[in-house]
């Protein structure tokens, strides 16, 4: 049929964004149709959006393509990584469990129980790793898939807030998996009860609807390890940990042991190491790998800027006295801490609060950070009636009982 002026009559759908929008909705997926909604497409070549010049025929293929092409800059992500992700921190930490130094006691016992999973295809039970911080409990948790041949799921109990959060987790894990849940013990108490059934029967049960209407659905999981690591065991509930069937303890390492830990990891920064000088910063690294490799990644910026990439003890020394650490270990704040009970409050006794108050610093700060390493070193002494400085924290300090003030 021909209009009454002349020419040729256009369908429906071709002449009106309206119709034309109606026409092309089946080629479009559900989601594309909705991002389309909040996103201007712009005019490219071929493709004209307007009512005032005829478009062009494309076929469903056509317009699929030029639709992606246009949706490109939108389906970006905002930020970007690099493709390639410094390998510094991963090369220095071990990969299996034969390459790691120190805590040998508790490496023979996990190498006995992985042993033992593998000759008999099960399972290997669940791990409760506890310590200090920096002492290697995320290190055996990495190498523990490695040695299984299995893959890993990481999560942190701070971010497990609902037994919802961890469904993805326990769904996903394959058969003989590991999943690492770090700093557990900040899991909430719904999130603990919901791991309950699946750390013992590898089930979790599901409650749907709401009411008289709800319904609960009973889910088998494959069976999977659980490696849990705390910095504080004693805020994981008793029903928690007595369904670890393997719990260590992590202790602090030799000075022999952080000197062999600084050359391993002198040898993969290319860095010239003496023994001299790895016993040296050994010495000053509390017993601690983590804070061994951060001394060692110091001194060789040290090296770098100062030192024409040159290493021997003096130039350990210089550059930690710069961040004020001293032979044994310690920093401004720790001898801050120990000027202010000797030189305040008479060498004590003292309560936390009032050496917090003194020191502008929060109670936490110093019995978390500050107060564990002093404890250890027999600089100060906890008493009934607060914190004392012991003989030794004053020979540290350089004085004696006897020229120090007193208060009153």
Known sequence: MRPPGGGTARPRGHGCP???????????????????????????????WGCESKPARLSDNEKQRAWNQSMESFRQPSMQGPEEPAPEDRGLRPQRMAEMI???AVYERLEIAIDAARKRSEPLGHILLDGPPGLGKTTFAMCIPAELGTTLQIASGAALAAPKDLLPYLTNAAEGS??????????????????????????????LGDGVAARTINMPLKPFTLVGATTRPGLISAP??????????????????????????AAKLDMPMDDATADEIARRSRGTPRLANNRLRWIRDYSTSRAERRLDVEIARVALAMQGIDEMGLDGFDRKYLDTIQRVFAGGPVGVEAIAHT???APDTLEDDVEPFLLRCELVIRTPRGRKITPKGEEHLGTTPATRGRLF
């Not at 770090?182 to 409650?207: G, Q, S």
């Not at 928690?240 to 990891?265: C, G, K, T």
Request: aromatic content about 8%.
């Open 178 to 207: 590991v999943l690492f849940i770090d700093e557990i013990h900040r899991l909430p108490i719904a999130v603990e009860e919901f791991l309950y059934p699946a750390m013992e029967d590898f089930r979790i049960d599901i409650t």
């Open 102 to 104: 120190g805590q040998r």
């Open 359 to 361: 020191m502008s610093a």
């Open 240 to 265: 928690m940990r007595d369904r670890f069937v393997i719990r260590e303890h992590l202790d602090y390492y030799s000075p022999a042991e952080l000197a062999e830990i600084i050359r391993r990891s």
């Open 18 to 48: 309206a119709g034309r929008e109606a026409s092309e909705r089946p080629a479009m997926r559900h989601g594309q149709a909705r991002a389309a909604a909040s996103v201007r497409v712009p005019e490219r070549e071929g493709l004209v």
